[in-house]
């Protein structure tokens, strides 16, 4: 009786293709994709497109005509991406818990940091990119207007950072609650009431200035930023966005799946 020995080794092929990572550009697509696929997203990004359109119609009609500039337009249309937009980064968040798919996110993908990477990249490309199509409609109805086209270029970029900020933001209260009525409610309510606080209790109106994120966050869309403004921007942002964000990773690194 002759014994064969079989060889056990893993093909070479095979192992490659089971070591291989997904690129971290396809998963920020994916996540990307993940944003216009459910229904409350795909209208959420309607409703943005809708009513920065309102925005320049109510500014073509109502406006006086010394406000028909490219940087008016641009401006005023930032208003409803800067509110609406930071729910689709809780929703990236928040989804992946409510609707069950973190099982499968993360079987695909083991590295959790990898996942969280994309879904910020995602959050970031996507505040961008309503950045761009605001200057695309800020064009369009000046056109129509026939209004100036002096432009600022640093308040262009402090425009677009804003909405990556709050972006953020929004995904940071997304993966620190993990749970999309939560999340939204504290979202607009902690920083409206800080707003409220700062502004009622005199003695709370220094730290404000500091810590109050739509207080800082204001002169983006108006002027140039003086240093002292970068400085209390900076800080807000470190408690609004930097901490809650740090904290969510955590937590959604070490939560278990079930």
Not at 116 to 137: M, P, R
Request: aromatic fraction near 8%; glycine fraction near 6%; charged fraction near 10%.
């Amino acid at each position: 009786m002759t014994a064969t020995l079989v060889d056990s080794e893993v093909p070479a092929t095979t192992a490659s293709h089971r070591n291989r990572t997904i690129p971290i550009g396809r998963l920020v697509g994916v996540e990307l994709r993940k944003l216009a696929d459910t229904r409350a997203g795909l209208w959420l990004l309607v409703v943005i497109a809708l009513a920065s359109v309102a925005t320049g119609l109510i500014l073509l009609f109502a406006a006086p005509d010394d406000a028909h500039t490219f940087m008016s337009y641009l401006t005023f249309a930032q208003l409803p991406a800067g509110i609406l937009l930071p729910v689709l980064g809780i929703l990236s968040m928040t989804s992946e818990w409510s609707q069950r798919t973190a099982l499968t996110t993360f079987t695909l993908v083991p590295q959790r940091g990898r996942v969280l990477a994309a879904k910020l990249l995602a959050a970031a490309a996507i505040a961008v990119l309503a950045a761009a199509s605001t200057f695309v409609f800020a064009a369009v109805f000046n056109l129509v207007s026939a209004g100036s086209w002096s432009m600022n270029g640093q308040v262009i970029a402090q425009c677009v950072l804003l909405q990556v900020l709050y972006v953020l933001m929004g995904t940071a209260f997304g993966g620190l609650l993990m749970n999309t009525p939560l999340a939204i409610v504290g979202f607009f309510a902690l920083p409206m009431v800080w707003t409220l606080l700062g502004s009622v209790i005199s003695s709370l109106q220094k730290a404000a200035g500091w810590l109050d994120i739509n207080l800082t966050t204001a002169p983006l869309t108006e002027h140039a930023m003086t240093g002292g403004e970068w400085s209390r921007l900076a800080v807000s942002s470190a408690v609004w966005v930097l901490v809650p964000l740090v904290a969510g990773a955590f937590r959604m690194l070490r939560r278990e799946v079930n």
